[in-house]
């Protein structure tokens, strides 16, 4: 590992950076044309609905796009990154522009998820500032984490990662507000009616969305994940702990709450194996569609994109799907992006040249498409991933390895982004 790599470089201005890596004015300049483009048409979308909502009475029609999200206010490091044990006295700085940098110029946030503690590593917390604009907490907005008795929330471990991006000038995914999964044992034995439930959400969704849009409101959560994995692969609603309890409604209502509790913050539908088109995407699509003409107030779909060297959608595909979520005026996220290379059978150089193709076409899919907003991958370093304590088997799906060293995937998706 070297001194520099993974702190900032000694002269911080773009000029000094982008000459270091032979990118020229004119290029720049290309470069920053399509980024405001980008962020003129963020801005633009239409988000507002002309149907009537008739049957959400108290629903505001006109939906506000949070106006200074994109591009991302530009991080201050404060991590002592100079002094990291484990690097050794001196070395040539990493060649490689930094994601965020590059990323930057498209107007998109690139972010990671995160768990309180790891951001106490300053080798973790200095790669992690070194290269993203952005982090979602992995589980500690959870509802067994953050609400784990009917009167009582703990926001401790959400706090610290708020006040982190908030100390370093990251934005913050809220993730997430209503799911079936992660809940806690009061919820799964409580006997509640349904009008119990609904108020029971109610109460979560105003607590939590109100916790941190906090009295400042400075847009650090600027977007929440509000409904998670809802639909299921046949593209019907999945039959979840919701659905059980309060029905089909439970869905517009929680994003209702959640938009009462903070009118600025964008509120997004997040799924996954709907990246692609495919029976699942088009239930997706359907959903949100009905929402958008009811007035409800979604402003974009998140894309999970969990996936693997065999099964990752085409890019024609994703593009197809992007374009169509935009024609409806939403905004599209990759949010949770790992490449497990555990099921082909070649050597790992092999495997990890097939990932990075994988990571490439994500990338541009997104680029094509001026609604697509943010590219977060699910953790930073192999080391800490979830998906060999999930499949029980070792992977290797992030950006970077055990060691915190970059993979062949982080050069692609520079490459596509240059
Ligand atoms: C996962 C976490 O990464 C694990 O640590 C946890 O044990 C289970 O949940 N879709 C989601 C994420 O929306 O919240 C999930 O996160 C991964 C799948």
Same mark, same amino acid.
């Given at each position: 590992?070297?001194?520099?790599?993974?702190?900032?470089?000694?002269?911080?201005?773009? @000029?000094?950076?982008?000459?270091?890596?032979?990118?020229?004015?004119?290029?720049? #300049?290309?470069?920053?044309?399509?980024?405001?483009?980008?962020?003129? %048409?963020?801005?633009?979308?239409?988000?507002?609905?002309?149907?009537?909502? @008739?049957?959400?009475?108290?629903?505001?029609?006109?939906?506000?796009?949070?106006?200074?999200?994109?591009?991302?206010?530009?991080?201050?490091?404060?991590?002592?990154?100079?002094?990291?044990?484990?690097?050794?006295?001196?070395?040539?700085?990493?060649?490689?522009?930094?994601?965020? $940098?590059?990323?930057?110029?498209? +107007?998109? /946030?690139?972010?990671? @998820?995160?768990?309180?503690?790891? /951001?106490?590593?300053?080798?973790?917390?200095?790669?992690?500032?070194?290269?993203?604009?952005? &982090?979602?907490?992995?589980?500690? %907005?959870?509802?067994?984490?953050?609400?784990?008795?009917?009167?009582?929330?703990?926001?401790?471990?959400?706090?610290?990662?708020?006040?982190?991006?908030?100390?370093?000038?990251?934005?913050?995914?809220?993730?997430?507000?209503?799911?079936?999964?992660?809940?806690?044992?009061?919820?799964?034995?409580?006997?509640?009616?349904?009008?119990?439930? &609904?108020?029971?959400?109610?109460?979560?969704?105003?607590?939590?969305?109100?916790?941190?849009?906090?009295?400042?409101?400075?847009?650090?959560?600027?977007?929440?994940? $509000?409904?998670?994995?809802?639909?299921?692969?046949? +593209?019907? /609603?999945?039959?979840?702990?919701?659905?059980?309890?309060?029905?089909?409604?439970?869905?517009?209502?929680?994003?209702?709450?959640?938009?009462?509790?903070?009118?600025?913050?964008?509120? *997004?539908?997040? =799924?996954?194996?709907?990246?692609?088109?495919?029976?699942?995407?088009?239930?997706?699509?359907?959903?949100?569609?009905?929402? $958008?003409?009811?007035?409800?107030?979604?402003?974009?779909?998140?894309?999970? %994109?969990?996936?693997?060297?065999?099964?990752?959608?085409?890019?024609?595909?994703?593009?197809?799907?992007?374009?169509?979520?935009?024609?409806?005026?939403?905004?599209?996220?990759?949010?949770?992006?790992?490449?497990?290379?555990?099921?082909?059978?070649?050597?790992?150089?092999?495997?990890?040249? =097939?990932?990075?193709?994988?990571?490439?076409?994500?990338?541009? @899919? #997104?680029?094509?498409?001026?609604? #697509?907003?943010? *590219?977060?991958?699910?953790?930073?370093?192999?080391?800490?991933?979830?998906?060999?304590?999930?499949?029980?088997?070792?992977?290797?799906? /992030? !950006?970077?390895?055990?060691?915190?060293?970059?993979?062949?995937?982080? =050069?692609? &998706?520079?490459?596509? !982004?240059?």
């Amino acid at each position: 590992m070297s001194t520099d790599k993974y702190s900032r470089p000694r002269d911080h201005s773009l @000029a000094a950076i982008l000459a270091a890596l032979g990118i020229d004015l004119l290029l720049l #300049c290309l470069i920053l044309i399509a980024g405001i483009s980008r962020a003129i %048409m963020i801005s633009s979308l239409p988000l507002t609905s002309s149907a009537t909502p @008739a049957a959400i009475p108290t629903l505001t029609t006109v939906i506000k796009v949070y106006p200074t999200a994109f591009p991302p206010a530009a991080p201050t490091t404060t991590v002592p990154v100079t002094a990291l044990p484990t690097e050794p006295a001196a070395s040539t700085p990493d060649p490689r522009p930094p994601l965020r $940098v590059l990323a930057d110029q498209h +107007g998109l /946030l690139v972010g990671v @998820a995160v768990a309180p503690w790891w /951001l106490e590593d300053p080798q973790y917390a200095g790669l992690l500032l070194r290269e993203f604009n952005a &982090i979602t907490p992995e589980n500690a %907005m959870k509802w067994d984490t953050i609400h784990p008795e009917p009167d009582r929330y703990d926001f401790s471990q959400g706090d610290t990662i708020v006040e982190f991006a908030r100390h370093n000038g990251l934005k913050v995914r809220g993730h997430t507000l209503v799911w079936g999964n992660q809940l806690p044992q009061w919820m799964l034995e409580g006997k509640y009616t349904r009008e119990q439930w &609904i108020q029971i959400l109610h109460d979560h969704i105003t607590t939590v969305v109100g916790h941190y849009r906090g009295a400042n409101n400075d847009h650090t959560v600027f977007a929440w994940d $509000v409904v998670n994995e809802s639909v299921s692969k046949e +593209g019907a /609603l999945f039959d979840n702990f919701w659905l059980q309890k309060i029905g089909p409604e439970y869905i517009t209502l929680a994003f209702q709450f959640a938009h009462e509790a903070d009118p600025d913050a964008l509120l *997004f539908y997040n =799924d996954n194996g709907g990246e692609g088109l495919n029976p699942k995407s088009q239930g997706i699509y359907n959903l949100v569609q009905g929402l $958008v003409k009811s007035g409800v107030p979604i402003n974009g779909v998140g894309l999970q %994109m969990h996936t693997d060297t065999a099964v990752a959608p085409p890019e024609a595909e994703l593009v197809a799907n992007m374009k169509r979520l935009t024609d409806l005026g939403l905004q599209v996220q990759i949010t949770e992006m790992d490449v497990r290379v555990q099921y082909i059978n070649k050597s790992l150089s092999e495997k990890l040249q =097939d990932q990075a193709g994988i990571y490439r076409r994500v990338m541009s @899919a #997104c680029l094509q498409s001026p609604n #697509c907003t943010g *590219f977060f991958t699910w953790g930073l370093t192999d080391r800490f991933s979830w998906i060999p304590g999930y499949t029980g088997k070792p992977d290797a799906p /992030l !950006l970077f390895d055990e060691n915190y060293q970059p993979k062949p995937a982080l =050069d692609a &998706i520079l490459e596509v !982004l240059k």
